[in-house]
């Protein structure tokens, strides 16, 4: 069977580079939590080199799940570690597998803050002593962070972001989105400090600019990416509107910030406003005055790089490729089709993912979901 490009496709297969990244296109997997690794000790599963090696394209770009920077930074159980020797061990395996390929990988660092589960960290650290206000969401004991505190979760980051050099990761993307550890410190529902890392817009981004700051000087800055979702209402957050507040004015500063004190700072990732952080609305509720556009002129005012994410299909992704010269990163879709982005080439139907399996522990749709060619010869 002859399979042929679609035409309206060309321009998600245009080169990019991205920092110091080469790519062959511009379809990104996004990052994925999925859970599959040690319960306790954060080895990543020998299942994870199938699974990312599966996934990976020549000249493709693929951000690894939420992994954690030290031991009390984890989310959740099964939640990946990069802090001890057998973790790096076992990535390097999966970055070795994916690089085989002919793809690049970039391992996102994440802390998680006030939204830790109780019982995985010993001491959960917050900005302030104010939890998830989620019906339903946990609340764990927390300590508020002192100058010790955040200077060691510096610390960690940057040791992170060397681990995953020292593992074979093409870069580092730092988690600042989703209402995790540098998202708390950055909006104003969840950071309520009166000291310096508190209040105005520029005290409150000053923790993740540290971080930032520290990262880069220890790795190269065009290895280095941020993530940041301005919009999402996820655990908690979203930044009220006010004369000195508000999605727009709070991150537009944050990246002004980064480009002042890292001019070549690789990338900024940014949610699009119809995804939540755990899912997206329909356009038709969308509010209209909600746009990533002020910090897309920022990015090319800069000289920058953008990835956006949330809720794209191969469809709204191919008219997006002709409009910007933008990485498109994909999610859900990428955990059932190992090959999404052949079939976004040629214009090949998807199959459908299966949520239930997203966050287990076994093998069952995480693995074994075949490719379209594979699929059509099963039906054959």
Request: glycine fraction near 8%; aromatic fraction near 8%.
């Amino acid at each position: 069977m002859t399979i042929i490009q679609s035409q309206d496709s060309a321009g998600l297969f245009e080169p990019f580079l991205l920092g110091d990244i080469s790519l062959k296109h511009r379809v990104v997997m996004a990052p994925m939590t999925r859970l599959r690794a040690g319960k306790d000790d954060g080895i990543p599963s020998e299942w994870a080199e199938e699974y990312y090696s599966s996934r990976a394209t020549d000249g493709g770009l693929m951000l690894s799940e939420a992994t954690s920077p030290s031991k009390d930074g984890r989310v959740w159980p099964y939640m990946p570690g990069i802090w001890s020797e057998e973790q790096i061990q076992q990535w390097r395996k999966i970055t070795d597998a994916v690089h085989a390929k002919g793809g690049k990988m970039v391992l996102q660092i994440a802390q998680a803050g006030r939204v830790a589960i109780p019982g995985v960290n010993p001491v959960v650290y917050a900005p302030s002593n104010n939890h998830d206000p989620t019906p339903g969401a946990l609340q764990p004991e927390m300590k508020v962070m002192d100058q010790k505190d955040i200077n060691q979760s510096i610390k960690e980051f940057t040791e992170a972001s060397k681990n995953a050099i020292r593992a074979g990761f093409d870069g580092v993307e730092i988690h600042a989105a989703n209402g995790y550890l540098l998202d708390q410190f950055i909006q104003s529902v969840s950071n309520l400090r009166t000291d310096s890392y508190g209040g105005s817009i520029d005290n409150r981004i000053k923790f993740p600019i540290e971080v930032l700051k520290t990262v880069t000087s220890a790795i190269p800055a065009q290895k280095v990416g941020l993530r940041v979702s301005p919009f999402a209402t996820y655990q908690g957050m979203r930044e009220p509107i006010g004369e000195e507040s508000g999605p727009i004015k709070t991150f537009s500063r944050l990246l002004e910030k980064i480009y002042e004190e890292i001019p070549t700072f690789g990338y900024i990732h940014a949610l699009e406003p119809r995804s939540t952080g755990d899912g997206d609305q329909s356009d038709d509720k969308l509010d209209l005055k909600d746009s990533i556009d002020p910090l897309r002129q920022i990015v090319l005012n800069h000289g920058s790089h953008l990835i956006v994410a949330g809720g794209y299909t191969p469809a709204s992704a191919k008219v997006h490729g002709e409009k910007y010269n933008e990485l498109i990163a994909f999610g859900r879709s990428f955990t059932s089709n190992p090959d999404l982005v052949e079939r976004i080439k040629y214009d090949l139907p998807l199959t459908k993912y299966d949520r239930s399996t997203f966050y287990t522990q076994g093998k069952e749709g995480y693995l074994g979901w075949p490719t379209y060619q594979n699929a059509v010869k099963v039906a054959a």
